[in-house]
């Protein structure tokens, strides 16, 4: 019986081909197959750590000299079938319920993700030590229902065990996938209590919990009390910050880690190259590009993507290209990465051949759909946009979000369909979200419908009732129309209920400095330079035809004084510095807060056209290319 159950066993499970029992049911196997495997405590970046906690059991025992290695080997292969064709060979022998055979048990269902199964071989155990509480708690942890390994923590005490630091990485995981602050707390409150605040890898979990519960505060004052620090501890705290909108921190923890030596790992860079591409910082993206090279991660794909992202998002897409061709295994991402990229430039024609290469090679995901459907609607692809949003739906059965909303609307809009666009908005399969109705309240100011953005910004105002931008836009639709009434009304509404209106600023980045600007800003050293520049190219606009539109000012003053205040605005203090700061021909690249106003708009493609400069400006909804008077957005943004 137990020669055919081994024969049985080789046949059906290549992770054990090495064990050869056709000869002999229990040879002695190589040491290689039964070493003890280094068990993936840690929770991060991967499930793969270097930790290993002692396992009470050894591989062998007298009473069962091969089956518990068996298991163990199970264990390190994730091998379920050949695990539970070994159970039903123990309970035919009779010795399922030995201690040492039933943890191993225990421990391959659970990491093979039969949880069902272990848990019920977990509630036959007399005697069960840590080591198997943290078997199932681990599993749980990764696998879910995180609530059930939350509830087995508990558990332990009224067994009368407690919770080592093995346990509470796990159980902090839990509470992380589930965002339970108020048990991430108390696990906290224990965690000092029992001294294990200190351990690392406790640690390290502490800090994921604070993050993805959106207490970034605590999660640094957990950091601050670590003094021995690895790298995983320092990816912690840097996806804390990267992951919760402070990339500027990140950016700075990152070059505090440098400083200390820790060597950065895959997790490091891909998180630190992640955060300069949300702020287009691109002298650090470089600098960290190089750290990357010296570090040998030049071969490295996850951080080749995360560059190219970086490289696309701060305007340089021909670079992301050549990273995304010299990628050795195109991924999902990968491709998601770069066709998002060219969308966000409004190159449509680019991310659309992109996509078709992507359909051969890769199955699109609802991420590539929302790069597909925004290419379209830069574009103003309007059939295209309809054709691929079908598509995605009966081709590739993914159901529609409000990403993939937003991006229909907001395709519509450009076209000129705002009822079609509303409609849509209205037989949504999920609920509008503020990205969807922001959609439609732009696209009512592109084309002056003030009754579509009055009932957008009812909604809007009880979305984020905090921003101050949808109200914004739609005063300007009341000065442009010189309804003063309208913009007295919502002046009014907005001092009610305490909402102040976002100062404009605008930043460049010269000699790897950055300088920032704010709306009629005198305070930079060269002010009286950068506004000679200006009254200098005012002149020369003039010349050239350029009339300043001061329909954007929604006060009611006159028009010498609306002309100094568009004339002043932050983006063009920013480029004004960047001209007489760099060379002629170079390339200005200006981050703004706010949306761009068209008075600036129709400014900079003059600019562009007169000192013969392509100005890059990425504003809050999207980059505009200014080249030889012209600008990518095709004029509707």
Not at 554 to 576: P, Q
Request: hydrophobic share 40%.
């Amino acid at each position: 019986m137990s020669f055919l159950f081994i024969q049985k066993t080789q046949q059906t499970s290549r992770t054990l081909s090495t064990l050869s029992f056709l000869s002999n049911p229990f040879p002695l196997p190589p040491p290689s197959v039964f070493q003890q495997p280094q068990l993936s405590y840690h929770l991060f970046p991967t499930q793969q750590t270097p930790r290993h906690e002692v396992d009470p059991f050894p591989a062998s025992t007298p009473s069962s000299p091969n089956y518990a290695s068996l298991l163990q080997s199970c264990v390190a292969a994730k091998a379920l079938r050949p695990g539970k064709q070994i159970h039903a060979q123990l309970c035919h022998l009779g010795i399922a319920q030995n201690e040492n055979l039933a943890t191993k048990l225990v421990h391959v269902y659970s990491v093979c993700n039969s949880l069902r199964d272990a848990h019920h071989l977990f509630d036959k155990i007399s005697k069960r030590n840590l080591f198997l509480w943290n078997v199932l708690i681990r599993g749980y942890a990764w696998n879910g229902p995180h609530e059930a390994a939350i509830s087995l923590y508990h558990q332990m005490f009224d067994y009368g065990l407690k919770p080592d630091n093995f346990t509470l990485p796990f159980v902090l995981k839990a509470c992380s996938a589930l965002s339970a602050i108020g048990e991430g707390r108390g696990i906290h409150e224990y965690v000092r209590r029992s001294g294990w605040e200190s351990d690392v890898f406790v640690g390290a979990a502490l800090v994921d919990m604070y993050a993805k519960c959106g207490c970034v505060v605590d999660a640094r004052h957990v950091f601050n009390k670590i003094a021995e620090r690895d790298a995983v501890l320092w990816n912690s705290m840097l996806a804390a910050y990267a992951q919760n909108g402070h990339p500027d921190e990140a950016l700075s923890l990152g070059r505090e880690m440098a400083a200390t030596g820790v060597r950065p790992t895959e997790a490091t860079l891909v998180t630190v190259v992640s955060s300069s591409a949300d702020i287009a910082c691109l002298p650090h993206g470089k600098e960290i590009h190089g750290v990357g090279w010296r570090h040998g991660f030049e071969s490295n794909d996850k951080v080749r993507t995360a560059l190219l992202d970086m490289y696309a998002k701060c305007g340089h897409v021909r670079v992301a290209r050549i990273l995304f061709e010299r990628l050795r295994e195109k991924r999902v991402v990968s491709w998601n990465a770069i066709i998002t990229g060219y969308a966000m430039h409004g190159l449509a024609a680019e991310a659309l051949d992109l996509f078709e290469k992507m359909r051969k090679e890769a199955q699109p995901d609802h991420v590539t759909f929302v790069g597909v459907l925004a290419a379209c609607s830069r574009g103003r692809l309007l059939e295209e946009g309809r054709a691929f949003y079908n598509m995605m739906v009966r081709d590739y059965c993914i159901n529609p979000t409000a990403q993939h909303y937003t991006c229909m609307v907001d395709l519509l809009g450009h076209c000129c369909q705002l009822d079609e666009a509303y409609d849509l908005i209205r037989n949504m399969g999920v609920k509008p979200d503020s990205g969807v109705w922001g959609a439609l309240l732009n696209s009512c100011k592109t084309h002056g419908n003030l009754e579509l953005a009055e009932l957008a910004l009812e909604k809007l105002s009880e979305l984020e009732p905090d921003n101050s931008g949808n109200y914004v836009i739609l005063a300007n639709m009341y000065a442009q129309s010189g309804k003063w009434e309208g913009v007295a009304r919502l002046r009014q509404l907005m001092n009610d209920k305490g909402i102040k209106k976002n100062i404009a600023c605008s930043w460049i980045e010269v000699k790897n400095k950055v300088h920032a600007f704010l709306t009629g800003d005198v305070s930079h050293p060269n002010s009286n330079s950068i506004y000679a520049e200006l009254k200098r190219l005012e002149g020369l606009m003039h010349e050239a035809g350029y009339t300043p539109d001061t329909g954007s000012v929604f006060h009611d003053v006159e028009e010498d004084e609306k002309t100094d205040m568009v004339c002043s605005h932050s983006e063009r203090l920013a480029i004004a510095y960047g001209l007489i700061n760099t060379l002629p021909g170079t390339q200005l690249l200006i981050t703004k807060n706010l949306r761009i106003c068209e008075d600036c708009h129709v400014a900079i493609k003059f600019i562009s056209k007169i000192t013969e400069r392509e100005i890059t400006v990425r504003d809050v909804n999207r980059y505009h290319h200014f080249k030889h008077g012209t600008c990518s957005c095709g004029d509707c943004w």
